[in-house]
Protein backbone atom coordinates (compact mmCIF):
# COMPACT_ATOMS: atom_id res chain seq x y z
CA UNK A 1 0.00 0.00 0.00
CA UNK A 2 2.98 2.10 0.75
CA UNK A 3 5.58 1.13 -1.37
CA UNK A 4 5.75 3.11 -4.15
CA UNK A 5 7.04 -0.25 -6.51
CA UNK A 6 3.59 -1.68 -5.56
CA UNK A 7 1.06 -1.81 -8.44
CA UNK A 8 -1.06 1.27 -7.84
CA UNK A 9 -4.62 0.52 -6.92
CA UNK A 10 -7.73 0.98 -8.92
CA UNK A 11 -8.98 3.35 -6.52
CA UNK A 12 -5.95 5.17 -5.60
CA UNK A 13 -6.61 8.12 -3.94
CA UNK A 14 -3.40 9.90 -2.54
CA UNK A 15 -3.16 11.70 0.73
CA UNK A 16 -0.35 14.36 1.45
CA UNK A 17 0.68 13.37 5.13
CA UNK A 18 2.29 17.42 5.56
CA UNK A 19 -0.47 19.21 4.68
CA UNK A 20 -2.81 17.25 6.63
CA UNK A 21 -4.74 19.99 9.03
CA UNK A 22 -4.74 19.60 12.36
CA UNK A 23 -8.16 18.33 12.79
CA UNK A 24 -7.96 15.84 10.26
CA UNK A 25 -9.13 15.59 6.82
CA UNK A 26 -12.38 13.63 5.62
CA UNK A 27 -12.02 12.05 1.79
CA UNK A 28 -14.72 9.65 -0.14
CA UNK A 29 -13.82 7.16 -2.55
CA UNK A 30 -16.76 6.56 -5.25
CA UNK A 31 -15.61 4.33 -7.59
CA UNK A 32 -16.71 4.89 -10.90
CA UNK A 33 -17.48 1.67 -13.51
CA UNK A 34 -13.45 1.22 -14.90
CA UNK A 35 -12.67 1.47 -11.84
CA UNK A 36 -14.97 -1.29 -10.89
CA UNK A 37 -14.07 -3.41 -13.35
CA UNK A 38 -10.52 -3.13 -12.40
CA UNK A 39 -11.41 -4.15 -8.64
CA UNK A 40 -13.06 -7.38 -9.90
CA UNK A 41 -10.78 -8.62 -12.55
CA UNK A 42 -8.27 -7.99 -9.59
CA UNK A 43 -10.10 -10.20 -7.25
CA UNK A 44 -11.51 -12.62 -9.14
CA UNK A 45 -15.29 -11.18 -9.08
CA UNK A 46 -17.67 -11.65 -11.82
CA UNK A 47 -18.38 -7.97 -11.25
CA UNK A 48 -18.66 -5.01 -9.25
CA UNK A 49 -21.67 -3.01 -8.59
CA UNK A 50 -20.54 -0.44 -6.40
CA UNK A 51 -17.77 0.47 -4.22
CA UNK A 52 -17.43 3.56 -1.67
CA UNK A 53 -15.48 4.68 1.21
CA UNK A 54 -15.87 7.36 3.38
CA UNK A 55 -12.42 7.84 5.66
CA UNK A 56 -11.26 10.29 8.07
CA UNK A 57 -7.17 11.24 8.38
CA UNK A 58 -6.12 12.71 11.82
CA UNK A 59 -2.27 13.14 12.60
CA UNK A 60 -1.13 10.70 15.10
CA UNK A 61 1.64 10.98 17.49
CA UNK A 62 5.06 12.79 15.47
CA UNK A 63 4.16 12.47 11.45
CA UNK A 64 2.21 9.68 11.96
CA UNK A 65 -1.65 9.31 10.52
CA UNK A 66 -4.60 7.57 12.06
CA UNK A 67 -6.95 6.62 9.76
CA UNK A 68 -10.68 5.84 10.20
CA UNK A 69 -13.82 4.74 7.98
CA UNK A 70 -16.50 2.40 6.81
CA UNK A 71 -16.55 0.71 3.25
CA UNK A 72 -19.31 -0.72 1.58
CA UNK A 73 -19.82 -1.99 -1.75
CA UNK A 74 -21.82 -4.93 -3.39
CA UNK A 75 -20.26 -7.42 -5.77
CA UNK A 76 -21.36 -10.41 -7.33
CA UNK A 77 -19.14 -13.77 -7.20
CA UNK A 78 -19.21 -17.62 -8.63
CA UNK A 79 -20.87 -19.64 -6.51
CA UNK A 80 -18.16 -22.58 -5.55
CA UNK A 81 -20.34 -25.31 -6.15
CA UNK A 82 -22.22 -24.13 -8.87
CA UNK A 83 -20.47 -21.56 -10.67
CA UNK A 84 -23.76 -19.41 -10.40
CA UNK A 85 -23.61 -15.78 -10.04
CA UNK A 86 -24.29 -14.71 -6.36
CA UNK A 87 -24.74 -11.42 -5.51
CA UNK A 88 -22.82 -10.22 -1.89
CA UNK A 89 -22.39 -7.08 0.06
CA UNK A 90 -19.04 -6.29 1.93
CA UNK A 91 -19.18 -3.69 4.88
CA UNK A 92 -15.82 -3.42 6.64
CA UNK A 93 -14.84 -0.92 9.10
CA UNK A 94 -11.81 0.78 8.44
CA UNK A 95 -8.89 1.65 10.96
CA UNK A 96 -5.51 1.92 10.46
CA UNK A 97 -2.23 3.47 11.93
CA UNK A 98 0.88 5.35 9.85
CA UNK A 99 3.95 6.93 10.75
CA UNK A 100 6.88 7.54 8.59
CA UNK A 101 9.55 4.97 7.40
CA UNK A 102 12.39 6.51 9.88
CA UNK A 103 9.87 6.90 12.55
CA UNK A 104 11.41 5.16 16.15
CA UNK A 105 7.65 3.62 16.48
CA UNK A 106 8.20 1.65 13.10
CA UNK A 107 11.18 -0.04 14.98
CA UNK A 108 11.05 -2.48 17.52
CA UNK A 109 12.34 -1.71 20.65
CA UNK A 110 16.48 -1.06 21.68
CA UNK A 111 16.57 -3.30 25.07
CA UNK A 112 14.48 -6.63 23.44
CA UNK A 113 14.50 -6.36 19.94
CA UNK A 114 10.84 -6.98 19.75
CA UNK A 115 7.66 -4.83 19.12
CA UNK A 116 5.17 -6.01 21.66
CA UNK A 117 2.06 -6.24 20.01
CA UNK A 118 -1.20 -6.22 22.35
CA UNK A 119 -3.90 -8.97 20.96
CA UNK A 120 -7.09 -6.13 21.91
CA UNK A 121 -5.02 -3.01 21.57
CA UNK A 122 -4.21 -1.61 18.28
CA UNK A 123 -2.32 -2.71 14.72
CA UNK A 124 1.54 -2.46 14.71
CA UNK A 125 1.90 1.23 12.57
CA UNK A 126 2.51 0.69 8.84
CA UNK A 127 4.84 2.21 7.21
CA UNK A 128 5.48 5.14 4.60
CA UNK A 129 7.42 6.88 2.20
CA UNK A 130 7.83 10.24 0.52
CA UNK A 131 5.30 11.72 2.77
CA UNK A 132 2.11 10.34 0.85
CA UNK A 133 -0.15 7.36 1.92
CA UNK A 134 -2.15 5.40 -0.16
CA UNK A 135 -6.05 6.03 1.24
CA UNK A 136 -7.68 4.30 -1.83
CA UNK A 137 -4.97 1.08 -1.78
CA UNK A 138 -5.71 1.07 2.08
CA UNK A 139 -9.63 0.32 1.21
CA UNK A 140 -9.10 -2.09 -1.44
CA UNK A 141 -7.28 -4.19 1.39
CA UNK A 142 -10.16 -4.09 3.70
CA UNK A 143 -12.23 -5.01 0.53
CA UNK A 144 -10.22 -7.82 -0.15
CA UNK A 145 -10.23 -8.92 3.98
CA UNK A 146 -14.40 -8.93 3.43
CA UNK A 147 -14.96 -10.98 0.31
CA UNK A 148 -16.20 -14.64 1.12
CA UNK A 149 -13.49 -16.87 -0.18
CA UNK A 150 -15.79 -19.62 -0.57
CA UNK A 151 -19.31 -18.10 -1.55
CA UNK A 152 -22.27 -20.52 -1.73
CA UNK A 153 -25.65 -20.12 -2.86
CA UNK A 154 -28.22 -21.40 -0.04
CA UNK A 155 -29.37 -24.51 -1.04
CA UNK A 156 -26.39 -25.68 -3.91
CA UNK A 157 -25.48 -29.09 -2.50
CA UNK A 158 -22.23 -31.02 -4.38
CA UNK A 159 -24.11 -34.03 -5.48
CA UNK A 160 -22.23 -37.64 -5.97
CA UNK A 161 -23.02 -40.61 -7.50
CA UNK A 162 -23.30 -43.28 -5.28
CA UNK A 163 -21.43 -45.55 -6.37
CA UNK A 164 -18.36 -43.64 -6.24
CA UNK A 165 -16.98 -40.80 -8.49
CA UNK A 166 -17.21 -42.73 -11.75
CA UNK A 167 -20.64 -43.38 -10.94
CA UNK A 168 -19.80 -47.48 -11.06
CA UNK A 169 -20.04 -49.71 -8.35
CA UNK A 170 -16.46 -50.56 -8.35
CA UNK A 171 -13.84 -48.41 -6.20
CA UNK A 172 -11.96 -48.15 -9.72
CA UNK A 173 -8.54 -49.54 -10.18
CA UNK A 174 -6.80 -46.88 -7.95
CA UNK A 175 -8.08 -48.69 -5.49
CA UNK A 176 -7.92 -52.50 -6.58
CA UNK A 177 -3.83 -51.53 -6.51
CA UNK A 178 -4.15 -50.23 -3.09
CA UNK A 179 -6.50 -53.54 -1.78
CA UNK A 180 -3.41 -55.49 -3.27
CA UNK A 181 -0.49 -53.84 -1.55
CA UNK A 182 -2.53 -54.22 2.05
CA UNK A 183 -3.13 -58.07 1.02
CA UNK A 184 0.50 -58.47 0.38
CA UNK A 185 1.38 -56.58 3.90
Known amino acids: MTDPHAERSPVSRSLEVARLPA ?6 IEAD ?50 LEPLAARVEEEIAALFVPEDSRLSRPTAQSG ?7 GEDVPETFTGGRIDLGALAEEFFALGI ?17 EDGGGEAGPLFAQLRKLREKG
Open 33 to 82: AAQRAALADAHGLLSVERFSAELIARPWKRGGVRVTGHLAAEITQACVVT
Open 23 to 28: KGETVT
Open 148 to 164: DPYPRKEAARLEIPAGG
Open 114 to 120: EMVVEAE
